[in-house]
């Protein structure tokens, strides 16, 4: 099939590469939403709808292969880039991870109102997706955590930010950072082209936040006590010793998968989307 390049415009209106399509066709569908750009699969048939939230620094394209999944079959699927990543403009004083979840909350609320949601977060945006099941109560039937921040070693990316007094300088480093990782791996090659949109201030903001949830370490027994079905998702090679520590310490519902990169979605989609899928199966039973 011929590979069909997708345009969209938001923002200052500048035309910004969103992704491709096969045989001209798009498996998602681009939308807008309170100045945030998804990706968005709507199926009237559907399940549930299913909310994909991006890490530190990436955006909606990390889930790209969730939409050519069997998921899109049963369910609604949503990835938006949080404001200050991908394609979203920043959105001043709405910069800290605190900020994101609301914003996600409402988002959610607007997009899946009467629904009900399951949630996936990768990474720094497992602490969005938990807050913002705590928040949205029983709309939220489970969360998919893959990888997420459990422990102060989990901010081994986001947390550097700290180290630096100016955005610009830090995103300059991390940008170098993340290039000579991605000489070898198409994980963090698909994590370049992300960082390459994403705003130095926003992710200051959020590196500054992971920081101190490290100090505090409340987002580990957040996750830990949410009242929803709930699965965390890790390789042995990727996640922390204190990270592995806390899940068997705290009895969390957890799955083992296979590999060595902390991308399991894209590194191996199809075992990751079907043991996604096995889980909120599950959940519905």
């Known amino acids: 099939m011929e590979s069909v390049r997708v345009l969209y415009k938001i923002g200052d209106g500048n035309a910004v590469l969103v992704g491709h399509s096969m045989g001209g066709v798009l498996m998602y569908h681009p939308i807008i ?43 609604s699927l949503f990835a938006p880039d949080l404001p200050g990543f991908g394609v979203s403009p920043c959105q001043p004083g709405k910069m800290s991870l605190k900020a994101s979840a609301g914003i996600t909350i409402d988002l959610i609320n607007a997009l899946s109102r009467n629904r009900p949601v399951l949630l996936v977060g990768h990474s720094l945006g497992s602490v969005i997706a938990t807050w913002a099941a705590r928040e949205l109560g029983e709309t939220v039937k489970a969360v998919f955590s893959i990888e997420g921040n459990l422990t102060r070693s989990d901010g081994y990316f986001s947390a550097l930010a700290a180290e630096f007094e100016d955005a610009t300088a830090f995103y300059r480093y991390f940008l170098d950072l993340i290039y000579e990782r991605a000489a070898k791996s198409e994980a963090y090659q698909r994590y370049l082209a992300s960082l390459r949109f994403a705003s130095p201030k926003a992710m ?21 006590s ?40 894209i590194d191996t989609p199809d075992a990751c989307y079907h043991h996604m899928g096995e889980f909120f199966a599950s959940v519905a039973k």
């Open 33 to 75: 939403q309170a100045g945030v750009f998804l990706r968005a699969h709507r199926n009237q048939g559907s399940l549930a709808h299913i909310w994909l939230l991006h890490g530190f620094g990436e955006s909606s394209l990390s889930f790209r292969e969730v939409f050519s999944s069997k998921l899109a079959a049963s369910y």
């Open 204 to 224: 200051m903001a959020w590196g500054r936040s992971s920081a101190q949830l490290g100090e505090t370490g409340t987002h580990g027994s957040d996750f830990a």
């Open 226 to 265: 949410l009242k929803c079905a709930k699965l965390y998702y890790w390789g042995t090679k990727s996640t922390p010793e204190e990270t592995q520590r806390f899940i068997e310490t705290h009895g969390i519902p957890n799955r083992q998968y296979t590999g060595d990169v902390h991308w399991p979605m």
